[in-house]
Nanobody
Framework: QVQLVESGGGLVQAGGSLRLSCAAS????????MGWFRQAPGKEREFVAA????????YYAASVKGRFAISRDDAKNTVYLQMNSLKPEDTAVYYC??????????????????WGQGTQVTVSS
């Protein structure tokens, strides 16, 4: 079983940048599709970005496309989410997730078997 730990969250002004990291232990991530989701207070969990097991395909929510970039470094067993041009509406807890099967749409949180504990991102206006 893989364990995931997110880091890199914090407080940033609108227009700023943050890079989130998701470090895995227990198993190699090289065969997993990886995703980032977020959840703001009072709102449902929302898809942010995903990357295929081989890094060839990436997927983004319309609200972050062009501002966020997901990447993976399998040698470090880590997945990243580079977030640029941050907006107050990006404020949320960000969760890293792993999907061992790569079956089904990357946008659906239900296909991801493993989740990290989350990291808070707060964007001030």
């Amino acid at each position: 079983q893989v364990q995931l730990v997110e880091s890199g969250g914090g407080l940033v002004q609108a227009g700023g940048s943050l890079r989130l990291s998701c470090a895995a232990s227990g198993r190699t991530l090289s065969t997993y599709r990886m995703g980032w989701f977020r959840q703001a207070p009072g709102k449902e969990r929302e898809f942010v970005a995903a990357i295929s097991w081989n890094g060839v395909n990436t997927y983004y929510a319309a609200s972050v496309k062009g501002r966020f970039a997901i990447s993976r470094d399998d040698a470090k067993n880590t997945v990243y989410l580079q977030m640029n041009s941050l907006k107050p509406e990006d404020t949320a807890v960000y969760y890293c997730s792993a999907d061992a099967q790569s079956i089904g749409t990357a946008y659906d949180y239900r296909i991801y078997e493993t989740w990290g504990q989350g990291t808070q991102v707060t964007v001030s206006s």
